[in-house]
């Protein structure tokens, strides 16, 4: 039944294709939201859980408001706050509400610092009395209410301050804060690698906060110069761990509010500590830490009133442990873990004591998120690659293991956002011809109640323009099952000769080969299809959802079997009747601007053409906690990062590339591109490049995108 839905869906809009006069996609097109999808905002449901609140702009009048709806039949109730009401605040960009939703944390003035971080000004509104207060003048750092909602703790200047909103009282916990000492925000690699910028927490009375700190002194100095519009450029100083180079030492503290006293808590194999709650307890802190191979994970309580550590949890691997943010008290102070233990993710219970009690979920498939347990029902919710690994299904299932029910029916992406009372969800569903469809739908047995957003008006200009459907399949190459999708022109003729773009990122763990809505570069993809091309994509080992052998098949050697799987896809396709042997590019960004790079030069007798974009041409200069987890340190493991360097071999260049890199890229310095460009010029081979001044690793900012993609498109037109 499933496919059969799936397959008309197709034939619809094969039909809508064949029916319409195909328009031309321009590059403008890319950029002037022509295909951009209908999304529905960042949500909060209520703890109710018959309401949720929507942050709402209005351009007409500049202003913002927070209004609430019923999921019941998902209308407007009220408007919680507007900015017009605010002498104080023009608008406001997030909010956060109190525990007990009496009070809400409105942002304002933002300014963005790196991936996840950013400054801005706060001000507390109180719901009942409409009274507005300013948590500070400055700009502050992730703020966040105190669970009886009286206090803001935050971050300032690198030093974490408690502000009592009652009485104005500002205390400032830490005092030493400066250029290499960091108090209750991260350094830039946990930043960037671990995902999480606040790095202090309240427990549950509010009696102690715990934080850590961070001395970066022996973290070697990174620097960008940035040229900006004035006479002289200025320079974007800040502390960067290359592998290999001395990490932020880092240190776990909690200040008792009560004594105005902070207490060191003393952690043994603690190099990295990436992740730290408060259980049901409030004397006792979860603590997750790490060793530098980050094959080593341990799950701490720190008991806050004496300091004492005990070990409840431990994971190795002989490659690594990824971290994750499953983690889950229940009432019973028993908790949720996920684990690829078993050679694939699932979701376990354990006791208090850390003692199993039972696998909740198991097969040879992933958990791929996990949404939350129901209290009441005794229930957890999860998403799931069970029905095939390019497919995301909910599902639901009792605690102990049984009883799994599957929530969504139609084959393609289903992703959900729960109410908090989990009686209803919201579902995201797309396929990879489906635009975003968003509904309300029942969490007992997944029937759809009501539908908020179809982007029915997207599909319809998709069919204007003629795109195509992805043709997923498997290509067995080197002993193992990839998933590939391809996309050809719409009057393909099995009879000529096409030539081909293979695009991919193929970074450990991640996944382009998936039946769902691409918004990045589909549009793109399927203008080239237009012009004639076929596109392709192989996802190959070292990518995820298809267990951890698979997923860490690449440890020690990365882009190896990932270049030899791509380069023997390439040669499989060039077998094809239709295939221009002699005209196969392929392109990437970032990891996948490093496979574009190595595949053209080992591959050098299949590719004739590629683009790295923000490439990684060494990763001896990329930063410890992501690249020493796939490769171990360079001082261990020498070989592992320069047999695939491609700057160890660029005399190996024989067709054409394209190299482009931001000179403000903070994550993947634009070293990689220069050193690139200096063994290219050395080996005395021909190739283009372009550097986009100041913009980061996503290469964004007024016009660039649409001069990047102009300049990408020119060139596979001239050279494919």
Not at 124 to 133: F, M, Q, S
Not at 648 to 670: A, C, I, Q, R
């Amino acid at each position: 039944m499933l496919n059969l839905q799936r397959s008309f869906f197709a034939l619809v809009l094969l039909i809508g294709v064949v029916c319409f006069s195909q328009q031309k996609i321009a590059l403008q097109n890319l950029y002037d939201g022509t295909f951009r999808a209908e999304r529905l905002d960042q949500i909060h449901s209520m703890k109710d859980g018959h309401h949720y609140t929507v942050l709402n702009f209005d351009r007409n009048t500049r202003s913002s408001s927070l209004d609430q709806y019923t999921y019941q039949d998902l209308q407007k109730v009220k408007t919680i706050v507007s900015s017009l009401e605010l002498d104080e605040i023009p608008w406001f960009s997030a909010y956060y509400f109190s525990h007990d939703e009496s009070k809400i944390l409105l942002e304002t003035n933002r300014t963005p610092i790196y991936r996840h971080s950013k400054k801005a000004v706060y001000y507390v509104y109180d719901i009942a009395t409409k009274n507005l207060i300013s948590v500070s003048q400055d700009p502050i750092q992730e703020p966040s209410f105190s669970p009886d909602g009286s206090k803001v703790a935050y971050v300032h200047n690198r030093n974490l301050f408690i502000k009592d909103l009652q009485s104005g009282t500002l205390t400032q916990v830490t005092n030493d804060g400066n250029d290499y000492i960091i108090n209750g925000i991260t350094d830039w690699v946990y930043e960037e690698e671990f995902s999480f910028v606040r790095s202090f927490h309240w427990n549950s009375s509010g009696s102690h906060l715990a934080f850590l700190r961070f001395d970066e002194s022996d973290v070697p100095v990174f620097s960008m110069d940035l040229y900006g519009e004035k006479l002289y450029q200025t320079q974007q100083v800040f502390r960067y761990p290359k592998a290999g180079e001395n990490n932020s030492v880092v240190s776990l503290h909690v200040y008792d509010l009560n004594q105005k006293k902070t207490n060191n808590i003393a952690l043994k194999n603690a190099y990295y500590i990436p992740r730290m709650q408060f259980t049901n307890d409030a004397n006792l802190l979860s603590v997750q830490t790490l060793n530098r191979h980050q094959n080593d994970l341990r799950l701490l309580y720190v008991d806050v009133q004496n300091g004492s550590v005990k070990e409840v949890l431990r994971e190795s691997d002989e490659a690594y442990v990824d971290v994750h943010d499953n983690l889950t008290f229940l009432n019973d102070h028993s908790f949720i873990w996920s684990s690829e233990s078993d050679g694939f993710n699932h979701l376990y219970h354990y006791s208090k004591q850390g003692k199993l009690i039972n696998q909740i979920t198991n097969g040879k498939w992933e958990v791929t998120d996990y949404y939350g347990y129901d209290s009441n029902s005794q229930r957890i919710f999860y998403q799931s690659v069970e029905c095939g690994s390019i497919y995301r299904d909910v599902y639901s299932i009792s605690i102990n293991g049984s009883d799994k029910q599957q929530l969504s029916n139609l084959l393609g992406t289903h992703q959900a956002a729960f109410s908090a009372n989990f009686s209803v969800y919201i579902n995201t569903y797309s396929t990879a011809i489906t635009p975003p469809i968003y509904s309300l739908n029942s969490s007992t047995d997944g029937t759809q109640l009501l539908t908020i957003k179809a982007n029915r008006s997207l599909s319809e200009v998709a069919q204007r323009f003629g795109w195509q459907p992805k043709e997923f399949s498997t290509l067995n190459v080197n002993g193992e099952s990839l998933n590939m999708w391809m996309l050809r022109p719409a009057d393909f003729d099995p009879s000529k000769k096409y030539p081909v773009l293979m695009f991919q990122y193929s970074g450990p763990g991640s996944q382009n080969v998936a039946d769902q809505w691409y918004d990045s570069y589909n549009s793109w993809h399927q203008m080239l299809v237009q012009q004639g091309y076929i596109v392709a994509c192989v996802d190959g080992r070292g990518t995820g959802f298809k267990g951890a052998a698979f997923k860490k098949s690449t440890y020690l050697n990365l882009v190896k079997l990932e270049t030899e799987d791509q380069i023997e896809a390439a040669k499989q396709l060039r077998d094809l009747p239709y295939i221009d042997e002699n005209r196969i590019g392929i392109w990437g960004w970032s990891f996948g601007g490093h496979m574009a790079t190595n595949c053209l030069l080992k591959g050098n007798a299949v590719f004739s053409m590629a683009i790295a974009v923000a490439p990684v041409t060494s990763w001896r200069f990329y930063d410890t906690i992501y690249t020493e987890r796939f490769m171990r340190t360079p001082q261990e493991n020498p070989t592992g990062y320069d047999d695939n360097s491609p700057l160890n071999y660029p005399e190996l260049l024989k067709g054409k590339f394209l190299l482009v890199h931001g000179s403000g890229d903070d994550n993947v310095h634009v070293q990689n591109t220069m050193r690139m460009v200096e063994g290219l010029v050395q080996a005395n081979k021909d190739f283009e490049w372009m550097i986009y001044p100041d913009r980061n690793h996503g290469i964004y900012g007024g016009n660039t995108r649409l001069h990047l993609f102009t300049k990408m498109t020119k060139f596979i037109n001239d050279n494919l």
